[in-house]
């Protein structure tokens, strides 16, 4: 229906207030979230600069639960963060959008160095999505990256050894967070400079060592 109404009324002045009341009233977040950004997608497919700039305040309070918590809605929200990084790229001259990156970076990177489980795997997704149009948003995490996979590849090698087996969720993300740091890394080797030996060191230990055909 709203896309329906968006065809006939494309200028229309979509406002999210009662989704952000609906959001902080819920007793189902994460479903709430899953509406959310499902609904900001479509809104983006008809008008991209007018529906940010009049929500930034409402797109910043869906970040850090997008983010940091258990949901089903971080490739939908990824989706939305790549129509707006088209809509305005990086570096962006609008003090607000830039604020919401700002704020992007700030979560990844908390995400980066106290490495949960959910919340790094979300992050990487969210910065992959990001690097895709702008790789130099990387470069300065790249130092929290390494020590994830440094982490990240030492316990994966521990468990081979020890057989140890965390539950499939939490293996599959932590083999796919694994992955996508390597990824990340390789797409600004060029510019890792003091990064790249420890970088390439970690590499080579899970290409010697590991037995995950995944990795």
Not at 29 to 56: C, S, W, Y
Not at 81 to 87: P, S
Not at 133 to 143: I, N, S, T, V
Request: glycine share 2%.
């Amino acid at each position: 229906l709203i896309s329906q109404a968006l065809k006939i009324w494309p200028q229309a002045n979509v406002k999210l207030h009662y989704f952000e009341k609906l959001l902080h009233q819920s007793n189902d977040q994460p479903g709430t979230l899953a509406f959310g950004m499902r609904l900001f997608n479509i809104i983006l497919e008809h008008q991209k600069d007018q529906f940010v700039v009049n929500n930034i305040k409402q797109i910043e309070n869906i970040l850090k639960p997008c983010i940091t918590s258990e949901n089903e809605c971080i490739e939908d929200f990824c989706k939305f963060l790549a129509k707006v990084l088209v809509a305005f790229p990086l570096p962006c001259l609008h003090p607000g959008v830039q604020a919401v990156y700002n704020k992007v970076a700030e979560l990844i990177d908390n995400s980066l160095k106290h490495q949960e489980k959910v919340s790094l795997y979300n992050s990487l997704t969210v910065l992959s999505t990001i690097c895709k149009q702008h790789e130099q948003f990387l470069d300065k995490l790249a130092q929290q990256l390494v020590k994830v996979i440094q982490k990240l590849a030492k316990d994966s090698l521990s468990a081979q050894l020890t057989n140890k087996r965390d539950a499939p969720q939490d293996a599959e993300r932590a083999t796919s967070a694994l992955v996508k740091s390597i990824r990340l890394l390789s797409m600004r080797i060029h510019a890792l400079t003091d990064l790249k030996k420890p970088f390439l060191q970690h590499l080579l230990l899970i290409i010697d060592k590991s037995t995950d055909v995944h990795l």
